[in-house]
């Protein structure tokens, strides 16, 4: 399987720079797990599972997580200012 490399990138920079998006996605994704565990996950545990209330804030801590984040990429990648 070939790689598409862009122009003036060596496969060694492709490579570095495939191994820090996926250590940055590592750490979103532990960072959003920790945020809505802490957020809607009762401290003391009564059940084994979830219950509907602790589901629904998740679904929902989630979501809004990934908005964000979402948001936040697309200022950073056009070099712009958030609106205020």
Known sequence: MAANIPAGIDK?????????EMEYRVELFNRLAQTCFNKCVDKR????????????????????????NSMIGQILSAGGRPPM
């Open 12 to 20: 060694e920079q492709a490579f570095g720079m495939a191994e820090t």
């Open 45 to 68: 545990y009564k059940e084994a599972e979830l219950n509907m209330g602790e589901n629904s804030c998740i679904d929902r801590c989630v979501s809004k997580y990934w908005q964000v």
